[in-house]
């Protein structure tokens, strides 16, 4: 497979706390955990800018999702809001880390689209 996006990062939004992965060549530990408070997000969006991340894809089932999408676009990243479920239909999936360690390789290679 081609990589259309080599500098994706992958989210998995949840209520009280995010999950972010990174490519593992970027940061001795590519995924963290962030809460939903403003000074967490902020510190989710320089983490980011400092693996050189450009393009971030975000699962969420609830609205829990605008603070980041609005937050990441105004720093500069290209944002994308995807379908929960094109990414829920894989199994073998179980936890959030494994979700967006999943959400960002598929990014990498330019397989979701924005919902």
Not at 26 to 49: G, I, Q, Y
Not at 55 to 77: D, H, K
Not at 87 to 95: E, I, L, P, Y
Request: with cysteine; net charge negative; aromatic share 8%.
């Amino acid at each position: 497979m081609t990589i259309t996006h080599p500098n994706a990062a992958g989210i998995d939004i949840g209520s009280a706390s995010h999950f972010v992965a990174v490519p593992p060549d970027r940061d001795d530990e590519p995924v963290r955990e962030f809460t939903s408070f403003t000074a967490d997000l902020n510190a989710m969006a320089d983490w980011l800018k400092a693996c050189g991340i450009d393009t971030v894809a975000m699962e969420s089932t609830g609205v829990y999702w605008i603070a980041v999408f609005e937050l990441l676009e105004s720093r500069g990243f290209t944002v994308m809001l995807i379908n929960a479920r094109h990414v829920k239909n894989v199994s073998g999936r179980k936890s959030d880390v494994l979700d967006c360690q999943w959400i960002q390789q598929l990014m990498t290679y330019g397989l979701l689209r924005g919902a």
